[in-house]
C-alpha cells in the first residue's frame, strides 16, 4: 500500500486544518508501533499545539516498551545555505527534543556531519515494515508554510532498508560510511518502487535522476527547492532544447543567490551552469519565499519532485550540487496514478504561483 500526503502552504491554497491533520497522521503512524518506531529527522521542532499528539505518541509507545528512537542533525551550519543548497534549519532540534522527550523512554542520539553537509532524512520506520519519508520536516512552518509532500508505505523490503539506514547512523552518531550498497527495487501493490541511501550512494541518486530525465518521452514536471546538481540542469537543458515540454516550480529565493553566484564566477562550469539554469527556468515558476531569517516564517517551496514519463522521484533528496554528500533517502516510484497526482499537484501550484 501507498498513500501520499501533499502539502500546501496556507497562505496560497492550503488549507487552515492541514498541520493538526499531519500531526495527528503522525500521531497515528508512531500509534501503530508494537516493537519499534525509528526516526531520522532533519530538523523536529513543533509549537505546544501540534506537539501534544506526536509527543504523547512517542512517549506513550515508548512507555509500553516499543523500542522509540530518534536520530537527529546535530551539525547545522549557519550560513551559506543557498551554496550548500540546503533548506535553512536554526539550531534548536538537540534543545526541543531533550525538553519534550529527554525524560521518557524514547533515546535520542544526536548524528554529526563533515563540515558543509548534513544528516538531512525526514523518515519513521514503524515495526520494520512502515515507512514514513518525503521532503517534509516535523516543524511547524513544514506543515504550514511550504510545499511538501510524505510517502507512506507498507513494505517489509523497503522497511529493511530504511531500517539499515538507521541502525548505520544510529550506531556511528556520524553520517559517514552509511548509505553504501543501499540500493535496491521491490514491487509494492502494481508500483515499482526503488530506493537508495546517501551519501554511499550520492553520486549513483543523481545519476539515476540524469537517467530519468534523459529517458523521458512524454512528461517532465520538476519542483524543487534548487536545481543545483550541473549534471541534473544539462540533463533538463537538453530535454528542453530537444522539445520536451518542460513544467514546474522552484524556491526563487534559494536560486536567486545561486544563480548570481554563478554569473559572477568566471569558471566554465559556472558558465555552463548558468546557461543551463537559463534554460530551465524559462519553462518554471518560481515561488518569492521570505528572505531567510533564523526567526522569520520560512515558506520555502520545498518539494524534492522530478516526475518523468509514469515514474516520480521524491524523498529529502534536493537536486542539488551538495545533496550527494548528505545523509539522504530518495525513492523512484514508477506507477501511472501516482505519476498522474503529482504532475497534477504541480500544475496547480503553478497556477497558483504563476498568478502571482
Known amino acids: 500500500m501507498t498513500e501520499i500526503?501533499?502539502?500546501r502552504d496556507i497562505a496560497h491554497g492550503g488549507r487552515i486544518a492541514q498541520p493538526a491533520r499531519i500531526a495527528a497522521r503522525l500521531a497515528a503512524f508512531?500509534?501503530?508501533?508494537?516493537?519499534s518506531a525509528h526516526l531520522a529527522v532533519y530538523d523536529f521542532r513543533?509549537?505546544?499545539?501540534?506537539a501534544e499528539p506526536v509527543v504523547a505518541a512517542l512517549t506513550e509507545a515508548a512507555a509500553n516498551g516499543v523500542d522509540?528512537?530518534?536520530?537527529?542533525d546535530a551539525s547545522k551550519p549557519a550560513t551559506g545555505f543557498a551554496k550548500l543548497g540546503a533548506d535553512p534549519a536554526p539550531p534548536g532540534t538537540a534543545q526541543w527534543l531533550h525538553s519534550r522527550l529527554g525524560e521518557s523512554k524514547v533515546g535520542l542520539r544526536p548524528v554529526t556531519t563533515p563540515s558543509g553537509q548534513l544528516m538531512h532524512d525526514k523518515y519513521v520506520v514503524v515495526d520494520g515494515r512502515r515507512v514514513w519519508t518525503?521532503?517534509?520536516?516535523?516543524t511547524d512552518d513544514a506543515w504550514t508554510r511550504q510545499e511538501n509532500n510524505v510517502v507512506r508505505i507498507n513494505s517489509t523490503a523497503l522497511g529493511a532498508a530504511f531500517e539499515r539506514d538507521f541502525e548505520q547512523l544510529w550506531e556511528s552518531g556520524d553520517i559517514r560510511r552509511t548509505g553504501l550498497g543501499d540500493r535496491g527495487t521491490i514491487t509494492v501493490g502494481s508500483a515499482a518502487v526503488s530506493w537508495s541511501f546517501a551519501p554511499g550512494e550520492g553520486p549513483a541518486m543523481d545519476s539515476d535522476l540524469v537517467a530519468m530525465v534523459s529517458g523521458v518521452r512524454n512528461r517532465l514536471v520538476i519542483a524543487s527547492?534548487?536545481?543545483?546538481?550541473h549534471a541534473l540542469l544539462s540533463a533538463l537543458a537538453r530535454a528542453v532544447d530537444a522539445g520536451v515540454g518542460l513544467s514546474g516550480m522552484f524556491d526563487a529565493g534559494q536560486m536567486g543567490p545561486i544563480a548570481r553566484a554563478w554569473a559572477r564566477s568566471r569558471s566554465a562550469a559556472s558558465a555552463q551552469a548558468l546557461a543551463d539554469w537559463t534554460t530551465v527556468s524559462a519553462r518554471l515558476v518560481g515561488k518569492k519565499s521570505t528572505p531567510y531569517t533564523p526567526t522569520g516564517v520560512h515558506d520555502f517551496m520545498h518539494l524534492k519532485v522530478l516526475v518523468c514519463d509514469d515514474t516520480v522521484a521524491t524523498g529529502s533528496y534536493n537536486f542539488s550540487?551538495?545533496?550527494?554528500?548528505?545523509?539522504?533517502n530518495q525513492l523512484r516510484i514508477t506507477a501511472p496514478a501516482i505519476a498522474d497526482k503529482y504532475a497534477a499537484f504541480v500544475a496547480t501550484l503553478v497556477r497558483a504561483y504563476g498568478r502571482a
Do not use: C, H, K, Q
Request: glycine letters at 8%; zero cysteines; aromatic letters at 6%.
Open 30 to 35: 508512531v500509534g501503530t508501533a508494537r516493537t
Open 46 to 50: 513543533l509549537g505546544d499545539e501540534l
Open 225 to 229: 527547492m534548487v536545481v543545483t546538481s
Open 134 to 138: 518525503g521532503s517534509t520536516n516535523f
Open 321 to 328: 550540487a551538495n545533496a550527494e554528500a548528505n545523509a539522504e
Open 68 to 72: 522509540v528512537r530518534i536520530a537527529y
Open 5 to 7: 500526503t501533499l502539502l
